[in-house]
């Protein structure tokens, strides 16, 4: 099974990669961005109406994914390449598109009336002087960070969400109790169609389950949680048509071999929680689909010379991390 959950995250991987580069065309070979040498140093992105977009929100945001992706994989993760380009391109686009997103969405949120109240704008000042705060003058002096540029980038990411969260909820978006249901299964695997007889002939004369699964599965797991979409048709088919208590017979997905045992056919803390998710997803996907054809026609000034210049792998590791700090005071 340990292979099988290997085996979905490289295909994860690869379809977020593929996605991030299908919207990298039609954004930046739309009429969203326009390339120009006419802006000042220190100068990212201009929106007409809009404050201007600091360098130093890259760095900020290029700072808190370098110390993520070190602490997982060690400095070495940007000699690393995905398909045609190297890992630190690859971020920096992610970057790039994370902040033209929240420049578009600012702008929506002028023409429909979104601002931040009281609340919201002491919570930004707040977070502004925590980061603020936890930056050594060394780090302040080389990025050109001052708490306007701060108040800024708050300001923005937090209108970007709250416009997010009042598209989102005139979304008429509905998820199944079935399609979220999260069972509880054990399982026993084998490569060999007859080794995985033996081991349902075992079961059936009397073997605890467990001793089977032990006895056969090489890698020592025979507990699972399993959600819809996450295995090959044959097996989840199998799986959820199991009442709790029930085993299926010997199933074949991919190549292996399976019995299923339902240990639990609706999981309801699970499977709540698995709807609120779908749910966030289905309402993130609608909202990405209609947002691209709005922000194409957006007039934006974007500083490449500026661009170019920064570096991920070169770059500083701030003290502060503005993700952290963001959702402290506004949620993920």
Do not use: H
Not at 15 to 39: D, E, P, Q, R, S
Not at 200 to 224: H, P, R
Not at 257 to 267: G, L
């Amino acid at each position: 099974m340990k292979r099988r959950k290997k085996t979905f995250i490289i295909l994860g991987i690869i379809l977020v990669v593929v996605l991030l580069v299908a919207g990298y065309i039609k954004f930046f070979n739309g009429k969203g961005i326009y390339f120009t040498t006419g802006m000042k140093s220190g100068e990212l992105i201009k929106t007409a109406g809009q404050q201007t977009t600091y360098t130093c929100e890259a760095e900020i945001l290029m700072s808190d994914l370098k110390k993520q992706y070190e602490e997982m994989f060690g400095s070495d993760i940007w000699k690393e390449s995905i398909g045609d380009a190297d890992f630190e391109s690859y971020i920096k686009d992610q970057v790039k598109v994370k902040l033209m997103r929240v420049k578009a969405m600012n702008v929506k949120a002028k023409e429909r009336g979104v601002v931040l109240g009281r609340d919201e704008k002491d919570a930004v000042n707040k977070a502004v002087d925590e980061y603020y705060a936890g930056l050594s003058d060394s780090q302040i002096k080389s990025t050109g960070i001052t708490k306007e540029k701060l108040n800024v980038m708050f300001t923005e990411f937090t209108i970007a969400k709250k416009l997010y969260s009042d598209l989102t909820s005139e979304m008429d978006i509905e998820v199944s109790a079935d399609e979220a249901r999260v069972i509880d299964i054990q399982y026993i695997v084998s490569d060999s169609e007859d080794e995985i007889n033996k081991a349902y002939n075992l079961v059936n004369s009397g073997s605890s389950f467990f001793a089977v699964a032990k006895e056969y599965n090489a890698d020592g797991e025979y507990e699972y949680e399993l959600k819809r979409d996450e295995m090959d048709s044959a097996f989840e088919k199998a799986a959820f048509d199991l009442a709790t208590g029930e085993m299926s017979k010997v199933v074949e997905a991919e190549g292996r071999y399976y019995i299923i045992r339902c240990t639990s056919d609706n999981d309801k803390a699970k499977t709540e929680v698995n709807k609120s998710a779908i749910l966030e997803k289905r309402k993130l996907e609608k909202f990405n689909e209609d947002f691209e054809k709005y922000e194409s026609d957006i007039y934006m000034e974007f500083n490449d010379s500026e661009w170019k210049g920064l570096s991920i792998r070169n770059g500083l590791s701030l003290d502060g991390s503005f993700d952290d700090i963001f959702n402290t005071y506004f949620g993920k």
